[in-house]
């Protein structure tokens, strides 16, 4: 930038410049730093500050804050104070400073897949305070596919006998589907079905799910009898565990229909005028990118492309249950593949990776065989008032879905509150709901639980 003085600011852990207003204003049509400073067409100068912090709550964990501060010199009012959140590409001389990178935007190929699975068993190596043993051996559920030859899978009838682990899809249907389970099911066993028939977004889970070394793979439209009243209403009941169990679960969140796929859409990689310059060890100069946070954004500046709650997924009823019931999900999100867990959201290849919104489940609904492990009455209260919110955000095509779509969750939280879900209700707090009313018992629920306890132990 022309016509500027700078000093270090060793205290702020960064360094401070002068420059005239004019300079920011006809600079910021070349310069990329420039299009982030405030443009006044007033005479003076401005101070810019600027600092290079630790940390963020972004993953990876590392050094990836930039702390601006604009000031204009001949009255010290501040014009900007902005967070930007830095990140370099893998082969950069700024990556040995700067630990994010950017992301992986080429979700179908097996360089994906192997940063994905080297997540997971960063997980099952390291997560064991929050997150359950990767499920190796569980009981298939009544009916899964076979991937085995992905041109050709079939479905398996287990009978509840068999020990494998399994996969299973969480997606958006998004119409009715040209391809689902009824009277043809003999044939599937038998001859199985060629993949090519399927939407693509089925013939996507199936590639995924051979590509990280499984096998058997559920979905909800060809392991339920679509046109039997009687098996879905046993596998809705199962529908707890058929998540809960699976070794991983398949999120395909950027997909608003089965038709769409959601491992070749188009992910665009950075916004390249954000591209800034970046001073690096033994004079050598490097490049970084940078975003604002997902929060902080501004209409002229440069946006993070991504927040889970636009997804087409995230509007749907149904898949709630199967966001949260996995104690692991490959979400192939629209921006790239993250994987999720019960102690972290992140980004393949230690991209750049925004906090994930929504709770997590109480760590007792994976560890549910130790009573130390048991949460409290004020966390499960917590965790189902807020498994509520989430859920009545979301869409439901049929208005009878609304409770059958919420039951698989309800029936993990009457296992972990050891209590009848009435519909909504408890039956061990309905007598304290009945009294006070909704309104009075969220505001004093916590005492009602105590009395509602007591009142249970004299009898």
Request: net charge neutral; glycine share 6%.
């Amino acid at each position: 930038m022309a016509d500027s003085s700078a000093s270090s600011n060793p205290e702020g852990g960064g360094y401070t410049y002068t420059t005239p207003w004019s300079a920011i204003k006809n600079a910021a049509g070349t310069c990329n730093w420039c299009r982030l400073l405030p443009k006044r067409q007033v005479e003076g100068a401005a101070q810019v500050t600027v600092r290079y912090c630790k940390d963020t709550g972004y993953t990876p964990v590392g050094d990836k804050l930039l702390t601006i501060v604009v000031k204009d010199l001949k009255d010290g009012s501040t014009f900007m104070t902005d967070d930007l959140i830095l990140y370099t590409t893998r082969d950069n001389e700024a990556a040995r400073m700067i630990k994010a990178r950017d992301r992986i935007t080429h979700l179908g190929t097996e360089e994906s897949f192997s940063m994905a699975k080297a997540c997971i068993d960063r997980c099952v190596r390291e997560h064991k305070a929050n997150c359950p043993p990767l499920q190796s051996m569980s009981i298939l559920p009544d009916r899964v596919i076979d991937c085995a030859d992905t041109s050709n899978p079939r479905i398996i009838l287990t009978d509840g006998k068999i020990h494998a682990p399994y996969v299973t899809l969480s997606y958006v249907w998004g119409g009715p589907q040209p391809m689902l389970t009824i009277d043809n099911v003999e044939k599937y066993t038998t001859d199985g079905f060629t993949i090519t028939d399927f939407p693509q977004s089925i013939q996507d889970a199936i590639t995924a799910t051979k590509m990280i070394g499984q096998r058997y793979l559920w979905i909800d439209a060809l392991c339920i009898l679509q046109n039997s009243p009687a098996d879905k209403i046993v596998q809705l009941g199962k529908m707890h565990n058929i998540y809960k169990n699976s070794c991983i679960t398949i999120n395909a969140a950027s997909a608003s229909s089965t038709h769409e796929g959601f491992l070749h859409q188009p992910r665009l990689q950075r916004e390249p005028r954000t591209e800034l310059p970046f001073p690096c060890p033994g004079g050598k100069m490097g490049t970084v990118f940078v975003a604002y946070d997902i929060l902080g954004r501004r209409k002229d500046g440069p946006e993070q492309s991504y927040w889970d709650e636009l997804e087409p997924i995230t509007s749907r009823g149904w898949c709630y249950q199967e966001k949260i019931l996995p104690a692991r999900s490959l979400v192939f999100a629209s921006d790239t593949l993250k994987y999720y867990c019960q102690t972290e959201t992140v980004n393949i290849g230690d991209a750049l990776c925004e906090e994930s919104t929504g709770k997590r489940l109480p760590r007792g609904a994976y560890f549910s065989d130790s009573s130390d492990d048991e949460p409290d009455a004020i966390q499960l209260r917590q965790s189902w008032l807020a498994a509520l919110f989430q859920y009545t955000m979301r869409n439901i095509t049929v208005p009878s879905d609304k409770l059958p779509a919420f039951a698989a969750v309800a029936e993990l939280f009457s296992i972990l509150n050891r209590d009848q879900y009435l519909a909504g209700l408890w039956r061990k707090t309905l007598s304290a709901i009945l009294v006070m009313g909704i309104g009075g018992w969220i505001g004093q629920w916590p005492v009602a639980i105590g009395r509602t306890s007591e009142a249970g132990q004299q009898n």
